[in-house]
């Protein structure tokens, strides 16, 4: 039993790190479109993980885990894609490689306020 509880701390610990990386990208990312990308991919793959890693220390709830896990699995790709049409449907347009340039030039530019 002590591996089991070894492997669901390490699956714990792997999703914490995805959680952050998630949150990261939603901080980091310039529009509506990669900020969805970062925050489904990387807190699907925490969410797996976390999930796991409980039912992997405390085995009576392994099955329950399983099938919140599936549950996710279902759920995140149609609620991500809902979000994505609602803002193509609103117009909000993606940013561009042009537009992210810009953006990381404009501070040099002598500091003026606008």
């Known amino acids: 039993m002590i591996v089991l509880d070894i492997l669901g701390y390490i699956m714990i610990?792997?999703?914490a790190f995805f959680?952050?990386?998630?949150?990261?990208?939603?901080?980091?990312m310039p529009d509506v479109y990669n900020r969805l990308q970062a925050g489904t991919k990387a807190t699907t793959l925490?969410?797996?993980?976390?999930?796991?890693?409980?039912?992997l220390a405390n085995p009576a709830?392994?099955?329950?885990?399983i099938i919140i896990?599936?549950?996710?699995?279902?759920?995140?790709p149609v609620g991500s894609s809902v979000i994505a049409r609602a803002?193509?449907?609103k117009g909000i347009k993606p940013v561009g490689r042009k537009?992210?340039?810009e953006v990381n030039q404009k501070p040099s530019e002598g500091g003026e306020d606008e």
């Open 13 to 15: 610990s792997i999703g």
């Open 99 to 101: 537009e992210i340039a």
């Open 87 to 89: 803002a193509m449907k």
């Open 46 to 55: 925490g969410s797996f993980s976390l999930i796991l890693g409980v039912g």
């Open 69 to 76: 896990v599936t549950f996710i699995a279902i759920t995140n």
């Open 19 to 28: 959680y952050f990386l998630g949150g990261l990208g939603m901080f980091r």
């Open 61 to 65: 709830w392994l099955m329950k885990a």
